[in-house]
């Protein structure tokens, strides 16, 4: 597969990339994890914002720029290589979002997309709970009908972002005799609601990027419903589409990474083994492989496809890729690598991010649900 990119999208990379040179900060924010950083990347978010960049393939009445996903791509090559900050509001832009335009009314798109492309909003995802991980078909927390709200009872737990974010999305039972993926709806509601307590969840590295989340009578309207009553299901089933094919890592991501490691092992060429040779060769031949594959799935999506069980594929290959990455760049650094951290900012971010690409394979449903659902929905074998 070759990439040949017209005039007018050469032109829109060099706009990217000139902005990106004028306006990323010179040095590296702090965790997105702790409070500090991540209010040092909602400035970012609005930084963005102010060159029209939030979330660029919206329309441009809901603060994007109308923009395809070819150039979407295109932003994020020159985002991540131009070595920008992660975004902090990935769940509310490449998730929530999404689903919104294409389940939303015409009110809550209003509401809801700019103020998130304008990083005003910061958004969780409230899905998981301690008896429905990957199975979110198994979720109890409830939501009772009552006049023109929901009274909303249960917990949630390694809920992304929740412990500092505004809002939060979920799947609540909203059929108390229903099971499995029937009876489910799609809610939105403000953290800061009577009612929520969020409790936040430490980490290996003592940072608190995820929370629980408790809810004890919380009235929501029902206008912060995302379709009809039940529905939640399929709605979530497109975030999930969203989640694990295009938008939530995007392959610029994985070859910035690559980039970094083919120089780590440039550093460490004269004590690297053979085997570390290999693993960083297929590290960047796998980022490359999956910039091409997405551009083709990209392709398929603006002719009118839909993304459905395929994007099970996509998210194992990202997360297993990922850790691979990592453990490549480990393996260079050696096991002195964990000593070194307080000096060396080089050798401290690929532990943090060797660290966090063990969950990789867990989080936006575990790779063993994935192959459940390629197994069976792919390749048509038995349950």
Same mark, same amino acid.
């Given at each position: 597969?070759?990439?040949?990119?017209?005039?007018?999208?050469?032109?829109?990379?060099?706009?990217?990339?000139?902005?990106?040179?004028?306006?990323?900060?010179?040095?590296?924010?702090?965790?997105?994890?702790?409070? +500090?950083?991540?209010?040092? /990347?909602? #400035?970012?978010?609005?930084? *963005?914002?102010?060159?029209?960049? @939030?979330?660029?393939?919206? $329309?441009?009445?809901?603060?994007?720029?109308?923009?395809?996903?070819?150039?979407?791509?295109?932003?994020?090559?020159?985002?991540?290589?131009?070595?920008?900050?992660?975004?902090?509001?990935?769940?509310?832009?490449?998730?929530?979002?999404?689903?919104?335009?294409?389940?939303?009314?015409?009110?809550?798109?209003?509401?809801?997309?700019?103020?998130?492309?304008?990083?005003?909003?910061?958004?969780?995802?409230?899905?998981?709970?301690?008896?429905?991980?990957?199975?979110?078909?198994?979720?109890?927390?409830?939501?009772?009908?009552?006049?023109?709200?929901?009274?909303?009872?249960?917990?949630?737990?390694?809920?992304?972002?929740?412990?500092?974010?505004?809002?939060?999305?979920?799947?609540?039972?909203?059929?108390? +005799?229903?099971?499995?993926? /029937?009876? #489910?709806?799609?809610?939105? *509601?403000?953290?800061?609601?009577? @009612?929520?307590?969020?409790? $936040?969840?430490?980490?290996?590295?003592?940072?608190?990027?995820?929370?629980?989340?408790?809810?004890?009578?919380?009235?929501?309207?029902?206008?912060?419903?995302?379709?009809?009553?039940?529905?939640?299901?399929?709605?979530?089933?497109?975030?999930?589409?969203?989640?694990?094919?295009?938008?939530?890592?995007?392959?610029?991501?994985?070859?910035?990474?690559?980039?970094?490691?083919?120089?780590?092992?440039?550093?460490?060429?004269?004590?690297?083994?053979?085997?570390?040779?290999?693993?960083?060769?297929?590290?960047?031949?796998?980022?490359?492989?999956?910039?091409?594959?997405?551009?083709?799935?990209?392709?398929?999506?603006?002719?009118?496809?839909?993304?459905?069980?395929?994007?099970?594929?996509?998210?194992?290959?990202?997360?297993?890729?990922?850790?691979?990455?990592?453990?490549?760049?480990?393996?260079?650094?050696?096991?002195?690598?964990?000593?070194?951290?307080?000096?060396?900012?080089?050798?401290?971010?690929?532990?943090?991010?060797?660290?966090?690409?063990?969950?990789?394979?867990?989080?936006?449903?575990?790779?063993?649900?994935?192959?459940?659902?390629?197994?069976?929905?792919?390749?048509?074998?038995?349950?």
């Amino acid at each position: 597969m070759e990439l040949n990119y017209t005039p007018e999208q050469q032109a829109f990379r060099a706009e990217v990339r000139a902005w990106m040179a004028a306006n990323v900060p010179s040095q590296s924010l702090k965790t997105l994890e702790g409070r +500090e950083g991540f209010d040092q /990347h909602v #400035l970012w978010e609005r930084k *963005l914002a102010s060159g029209n960049w @939030g979330m660029v393939t919206w $329309p441009e009445a809901y603060g994007g720029r109308g923009l395809d996903l070819i150039q979407w791509l295109i932003f994020e090559e020159e985002y991540w290589a131009a070595g920008a900050p992660n975004r902090a509001n990935q769940n509310g832009i490449f998730l929530l979002g999404p689903t919104i335009i294409e389940y939303g009314t015409d009110e809550q798109k209003a509401r809801f997309l700019t103020p998130m492309a304008h990083g005003e909003i910061m958004w969780a995802q409230a899905w998981s709970e301690p008896d429905a991980g990957s199975d979110m078909a198994a979720i109890r927390s409830r939501a009772v009908r009552d006049g023109d709200h929901y009274v909303i009872n249960g917990q949630k737990t390694w809920s992304s972002r929740a412990a500092f974010a505004d809002w939060c999305f979920g799947l609540f039972r909203t059929d108390g +005799e229903s099971s499995r993926h /029937h009876g #489910l709806t799609f809610i939105l *509601l403000p953290l800061d609601t009577p @009612g929520v307590t969020v409790r $936040p969840i430490r980490q290996l590295h003592g940072e608190t990027g995820f929370a629980e989340i408790f809810f004890d009578d919380v009235r929501v309207p029902v206008e912060n419903r995302l379709a009809d009553e039940g529905e939640g299901w399929k709605v979530a089933m497109a975030t999930a589409g969203f989640e694990r094919g295009l938008m939530l890592r995007s392959p610029a991501r994985f070859q910035a990474t690559a980039k970094r490691l083919v120089q780590l092992y440039d550093e460490n060429s004269q004590t690297a083994s053979p085997q570390a040779r290999v693993a960083v060769l297929q590290a960047w031949m796998d980022a490359e492989a999956y910039a091409l594959n997405t551009y083709a799935v990209a392709a398929q999506v603006m002719a009118g496809r839909k993304i459905g069980a395929e994007a099970s594929l996509n998210k194992i290959f990202w997360s297993e890729m990922d850790r691979a990455q990592h453990r490549a760049a480990m393996s260079l650094l050696g096991a002195a690598a964990e000593l070194r951290t307080l000096a060396d900012a080089e050798a401290n971010t690929w532990l943090e991010g060797y660290i966090f690409s063990l969950s990789g394979p867990i989080y936006a449903g575990s790779n063993e649900i994935q192959r459940n659902i390629v197994a069976e929905r792919l390749l048509g074998l038995p349950r």
